[in-house]
C-alpha cells in the first residue's frame, strides 16, 4: 500500500481557499481529480504509476475534502468554483495546461474545466460520468425527481436543515452547520462501513432506495473485501473522512441547481479538446439507466467530438478495482499527446 510519505503533501492558497495536494514526479503535469466519497489517496496506484513514465502528478483533494478548506454554504460548491480553484492550481504551478483526469464528481469537474478552459486542457480522460447536456427547460433535481422519485440517492442528499435553508434564504452569514439529512443518516454507522458501503457497492441498477428507507441503509456492506483493497487502505479513508465530515462532499449535489441556473450561456456548448471515456460495465445505471446507449450513440459525440470511449469489466470505482488497467489506458492516451522534454 502506498504510505502518505510516498507522496509530497503541500497546502496551496488557490481560489480564496486552501487546497491540500499530493504530487509525485517531474514532467507534464497530470491533474487527477477525485470523486465521492473519495480524496487523493483515491489515485495512489495512478500517481505513482505516472511518475514513474515521466510525469508529474498531482492529485488534490477538492474543495470539501480531506485535508482542503470546507466552506459552509453549498452556494460555494459550484462547477465554478471548483474550475476556479483547479486553474488557480495551475497558475501556482506555472503550467499553461496540463493533463487531466477525473473520476465520479471529479469527471464532472474536468468536463467543465474543459469546457469553460480549453486553453488549459491538453487532453482529458474521464472515468465513470460522461459529458452530459444540459436541459433547457428544467432543473437538474426536477429531471431527477420525474425518473426516478424522492428516495433516489440525489434527492436524498440535497436535503438540508431547516435551520440552514431559512439562514440560506435570509442570506444569512453561516458560523456553524446543523447536518443534514444525509449525514445523519451516515452517523448511525462508523466511517470503516461507510467507506464500504461506497467504495465496494456492486449494485448495477439506479441508487434508488425504498419508499421510507434511506440510501446508506439500502446499501450492502460487504462482508469479505475485494483484493484491490487492503482494511488498511479503507481505514485510511474512514480516517480521512472522520477528521473531515461528509458536508462539504454532499454540497456538491446541493449546488446541482446553482449550478444548471449558471451554465445557462454554454448550452448547447461541446467540449473540444481530446477526450477519452472510460467506464465500467457494471457501473451502476450503466445498463438500466441509460449510459450505455448514451455513449455509444449519436448525441454524446456530438457533444464530445474528439472523444474515444472504452469500456471495461468493472464497477464505478475502476481506478481502485481495476487499477493496472485503467493507469494504462490513461497512459496510453495522454502518451499521444505528450512531447519529449
Known amino acids: 500500500m502506498m504510505t502518505m510519505g510516498e507522496v509530497n503533501q503541500k497546502r496551496i492558497k488557490t481560489n480564496g481557499i486552501w487546497m491540500n495536494i499530493a504530487e509525485k514526479g517531474a514532467g507534464p503535469l497530470v491533474l487527477l481529480l477525485h470523486g465521492f466519497p473519495e480524496f487523493w489517496f483515491a489515485w495512489r496506484h495512478q500517481i505513482t504509476h505516472l511518475a514513474n513514465h515521466g510525469y508529474h502528478a498531482i492529485a488534490p483533494d477538492l474543495r470539501g475534502y480531506g485535508d482542503s478548506d470546507s466552506p459552509l454554504s453549498p452556494s460555494s460548491y459550484t462547477v465554478f468554483h471548483i474550475v476556479g480553484d483547479l486553474i488557480g492550481l495551475l497558475d501556482h504551478f506555472g503550467e499553461q495546461q496540463a493533463f487531466v483526469v477525473g473520476s465520479d464528481w471529479g469527471a464532472v469537474v474536468a468536463w467543465y474545466l474543459s469546457l469553460f478552459r480549453p486553453d488549459r486542457v491538453k487532453a482529458l480522460v474521464c472515468l465513470s460520468v460522461p459529458f452530459s447536456p444540459r436541459s433547457p427547460n428544467i432543473k437538474t433535481t426536477e429531471s431527477y425527481k420525474q425518473m426516478f422519485g424522492d428516495d433516489n440517492y440525489v434527492s436524498q442528499f440535497l436535503v438540508i436543515s431547516l435551520s440552514l435553508s431559512l439562514s440560506l434564504s435570509l442570506s444569512l452569514h453561516l458560523s456553524t452547520y446543523e ?40 446499501l450492502e456492506t460487504s462482508s469479505f473485501l475485494p483484493s484491490w483493497i487492503t482494511e488498511d487502505e479503507l481505514q485510511v479513508f474512514a480516517d480521512k473522512f472522520q477528521e473531515s465530515g461528509f458536508t462539504g462532499p454532499l454540497n456538491y449535489y446541493r449546488a446541482i441547481d446553482l449550478n444548471w441556473e449558471l451554465l445557462a450561456p454554454w448550452q448547447g456548448s461541446k467540449v473540444t479538446v481530446p477526450a477519452k471515456l472510460i467506464v465500467g460495465d457494471k457501473d451502476i445505471g450503466f445498463d438500466c439507466g441509460g449510459t450505455k446507449e448514451y455513449i455509444r450513440g449519436g448525441t454524446f459525440k456530438s457533444l464530445v467530438p474528439n472523444s474515444e470511449v472504452v469500456v471495461i469489466d468493472g464497477h464505478h470505482f475502476i481506478h481502485q478495482e481495476k487499477a493496472q488497467e485503467v493507469s494504462d489506458e490513461i497512459l496510453s492516451f495522454i502518451s499521444k499527446f505528450s512531447v519529449a522534454e
Open 179 to 218: 447536518p443534514g439529512r444525509a449525514e445523519r443518516a451516515f452517523a448511525r454507522y462508523d466511517y470503516v462501513t461507510v467507506m464500504k458501503k461506497f467504495l465496494l457497492i456492486n449494485k448495477t441498477d439506479l441508487l434508488i432506495a425504498p419508499p421510507g428507507m434511506e440510501i446508506i441503509d439500502y
